[in-house]
């Protein structure tokens, strides 16, 4: 089974930074694209930043472009999201995401319309309070 397992959510004030890390099993890693999507309460799922399996191209969502940066250890099988300058706007459920479909680019996160093909983690509270 492939499991995804996330670590370093928590709260912080606006302004602040924390860094999401994901450990990953039971897949070929760098034969798949890794992500990020956040949900917050009534809003639509948004994928905040994906990256492809070989690390060489990205994504950010706009909303978050500048401020997080989205990294990989396919050494490690590990995928991180530094985040800074977080903002209140920020706050939800973070999910870290592997694309079932092997080998697509970075911006495979970009539409998440319909049942996006996607393994998920278990998710991680993000808080940032203003």
């Known amino acids: 089974p492939v499991h995804l397992v996330e670590s370093g959510g928590g709260s912080v004030q606006s302004g602040g930074s924390l860094r999401l890390s994901c450990t990953v099993s039971?897949?070929?890693?760098?034969?798949?694209?890794m992500g990020w999507i956040r949900q917050a309460p009534g809003k639509e799922r948004e994928g905040v930043s994906c990256?492809?399996?070989?690390?060489?191209?990205?994504y950010y969502a706009a909303s978050v472009k500048g401020r997080f940066t989205i990294s990989r250890d396919n050494a490690k099988n590990t995928v991180s999201l530094q985040m800074n300058s977080l903002k209140a706007e920020d706050t939800a459920m973070y999910y870290c995401?592997?694309?079932?479909?092997?080998?697509?680019?970075?911006?495979?996160?970009?539409?998440?319309?319909?049942?996006?093909?996607?393994?998920w983690g278990q998710g991680t509270q993000v808080t940032v309070s203003s």
């Open positions: 995401a592997a694309d079932r479909v092997l080998f697509r680019s970075g911006s495979w996160c970009s539409d998440l319309s319909g049942v996006p093909a996607i393994y």
């Open positions: 039971g897949l070929s890693f760098d034969n798949h694209g």
């Open positions: 990256i492809s399996g070989g690390g060489d191209s990205t």
